[in-house]
């Protein structure tokens, strides 16, 4: 039986890597239920990768977090599916701006609904797009909310809070439930294909169905046991969490810590090196020594840097070695 790993089971893609806008987008390949990390240049992500989302976690709307929403709405018009962005107050309002702003044919077969929960303390506004009828403007309603956890499924919970920016602005965990999941990797390799039978055998050993349960695939017949071994793994949970855009000061550091302890893995925004720390109070970002200093105190298992600041150009690795002083499990994907 394969060991558990607490590791994240997704596909984590940085999308433009460490320099360019923070994109990151979180994938199960078998299924379309993709989460995205901002919605800032995401040109580099296929239509089909993004018709794959089913949430979108938005930061704030400064142009480098909000400029892609257009390709995800574009990517998603044909589907019958209600796809799920969260984001800061104001967030509803944007949105629906932003699609106001196109002219529609409405085909009958374009039927997206789009539920934009805007995140308050203590509770979250809620506005539906419905492309079916016609985008009118979204009827709002409030609900309640207690605690950091914004969205739950069966393999995910997030939770946000607020960061300290000079607009409003939400830092997001995502934690990968304990549980199942197919080793992509594997099936890559064999002669199977993918098939409801993955959701089927994913299905059995979460309701701990006995070894030899026969499973029918492609018209041959194998036992649970066989599958599992050979496809899929099993973790124990993890982590994630995504901080851009704030300070590192006495306001943010106990709500930033609350979402990135202990996390598997803590993307982390180092706009700035120490030497222009006045910059980063000014405009409310966090500098590399920052970030190492933020993933120690969280015992993260390993720091990725992202959001540096163009000016840093031929000379990123300073960065990376700033936030070394502090951490030792540091990168950054330079681009
Ligand atoms: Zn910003
Ligand atoms: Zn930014």
Redesign the pocket.
């Known amino acids: 039986m394969p060991e558990p790993l607490a590791r994240f089971h997704a596909e984590l893609t940085l999308v433009n890597g460490s320099t360019g806008d923070p994109v990151l987008l979180i994938d199960y390949p078998d299924r379309d239920d993709a989460v995205l990390l901002d919605a800032g240049e995401n040109a580099s992500l296929s239509l089909e990768q993004l018709a794959d989302l089913s949430v979108v976690l938005i ?2 709307h ?1 142009i ?2 909000f400029v892609g929403l257009d390709r995800i709405i574009r990517a998603n018009m044909d589907r019958d599916k209600t796809l799920r962005i969260y984001g800061p107050p104001k967030t509803i309002e944007k949105v629906a701006d932003r699609i106001r702003s196109y002219e529609f044919q409405f085909f009958p077969f374009q039927k997206i609904v789009i539920d934009i929960y805007e995140i308050h303390e203590g509770g979250f506004r809620v506005g539906r797009l419905d492309c079916g009828r016609k985008f009118p403007p979204p009827e709002i309603r409030d609900e309640a909310r207690t605690g950091c956890v914004i969205f739950e499924n069966e393999t995910i919970q997030v939770e946000a809070v607020f960061a300290e ?3 409003p ?1 939400l830092s997001y965990a995502v934690i990968e439930k304990a549980g199942w999941f197919l080793n992509v990797d594997a099936l890559r390799k064999s002669v199977l294909k993918p098939g409801s039978w993955i959701g089927d055998v994913l299905g059995l050993l979460r309701e701990d169905a006995p070894n030899g349960t026969q499973v029918l695939i492609e018209g041959g017949s194998y036992p649970l046991a066989t599958l599992r071994d050979k496809f899929f793994l099993k973790s124990l949970g993890a982590r994630l969490a995504f901080v ?2 704030t300070l590192w000061n006495e306001a943010s550091r106990a709500r930033l810590l609350s979402i990135a302890q202990r996390a598997s893995v803590l993307y982390c925004d180092s706009f700035y090196a120490q030497g222009q720390l006045s910059q980063a109070l000014k ?3 966090m500098t590399a020594l920052q970030a190492g200093e933020f993933a120690r105190l969280a015992k993260a298992e390993k720091l990725v840097l992202i959001h540096f600041a163009k000016r840093y150009a031929g000379k990123y690795d300073m960065l990376v070695d700033e936030a070394r002083e502090h951490f030792a499990k540091v990168t950054a994907q330079i681009l």
């Open positions: 930061t704030h400064h480098d977090h920016h000079t607009v602005c851009t855009d405009y409310h970002h």
